[in-house]
């Protein structure tokens, strides 16, 4: 039933531009990287980077159409197409929806939404897609790695000042079916929240969720009782439970932004093979008129894989330059190391821009 929820709203958008008031806005980025070493490119925020140079990996250009329906009720829609899915192809275009949903303001305090949105992870997931919000090209991969990034389903917002710290919350009910992600997993009785509280030029934020996952493998079946070919490969269905939490602790004082995050996923729950994943990452950026360096330190921790515990460090220094209001170039080296010792160095420049 909850899969449905975005199909209705979508109808229920385009059916009210008539009488809507409606903005649109833009944002994309343009990138273009190489990675070296071994396993280039396979793992990290430069995913999908090889040997030579490429556009395609984190090249893509999104739309977001915002009706203000009736009174308190809106509706909002976002859909992004990267450069992989053929976007040189007007008749092949591959869309991603990642947000269609239905906003009702109660108040000034509370609001609920209905069904495709983000799903509140991160400190920066409301901003995930849009590079020009944040001061890397891509948010990091080694921590902002969750399976699913959207779901269909409700949450409820509720925001308010407690004296001279500001507050804010949101509980999030829904599923992430296998038809909206590109990794054959199904995700169900996804809940859970995020709070957070600023106070001047500090934030907190604390997310928990749990949600079962749903996925199908390959597993050898082993030799026949006698001579010839053997038994095909079995098919076995893994599931289980699921649960994450992140705290993220963000200062934005004067021309400086410090980050420092860790997040936790149990996925135990999936059987004997797996364990907890724990990546950290500290964050500092400072602005230099339109030039703002960064430099991003962390490891993502693997406990109880396989009986085996691994630690695998990665660093990411960069620099962006903000020549409009309304875009920016940016250009990072990164260094990363994974379980198995593997190392690999990138380096990405990319165009962004977010017009609204």
Known sequence: MLRNIPFTCFILFFSSLTTAEVN?????????????????????????????????????????????????????????????????????????????FLS?????????QAGRQR??????????????????????GQLYNAPFNSFNGVSLLNSFDA?????????????????????????????????SASYQWLTATVAYFAFDEQFEVNRPAGPGPGPGPGPANQTQVIEGTLKSWDFALKAEAGDWLILAEITSVDLRDLGDRYGIRQPVMLSVAKNIGAFTPHVSLGY???????????????AIIGSRWDFSNK?????????????EGRTRHAFEAALVFAIF
């Open 119 to 140: 799903m509140p992870h991160y400190a920066y997931s409301d901003q995930l897609l849009i590079s020009y919000a944040y001061h890397w090209i891509n948010a990091p």
């Open 300 to 314: 993502n921790r693997e406990l109880d894989f396989g009986n085996d515990d691994s630690v695998s460090p990665f």
């Open 24 to 100: 649109l806005s833009g944002f994309g980025t343009l990138a273009l990287g190489i990675a070296d070493g071994d396993s280039a490119g396979s793992f990290g925020s430069a995913d999908g980077y090889s040997d030579s140079f490429s556009l395609a990996p984190n090249t893509f250009i999104g739309g977001q159409l915002f009706a203000d329906i009736y009174g308190n009720l809106d509706a909002v829609v976002q859909a992004t197409v990267d450069a992989e899915r053929g976007w040189d192809d007007a008749d092949n275009i591959d869309a991603d929806l990642t947000w269609a």
């Open 327 to 339: 875009a920016a170039l940016k250009a990072e080296i990164s260094t990363e190391e994974d379980e």
């Open 104 to 112: 009702y303001r109660f108040n000034d305090h509370w609001q609920l």
């Open 163 to 195: 004296g001279a710290v500001y507050l804010s919350s949101q509980l999030v009910y829904g599923e992430e079916p296998d038809s909206e992600n590109d990794i054959g997993k199904q995700y169900s009785q996804i809940w859970g929240g995020r709070l």
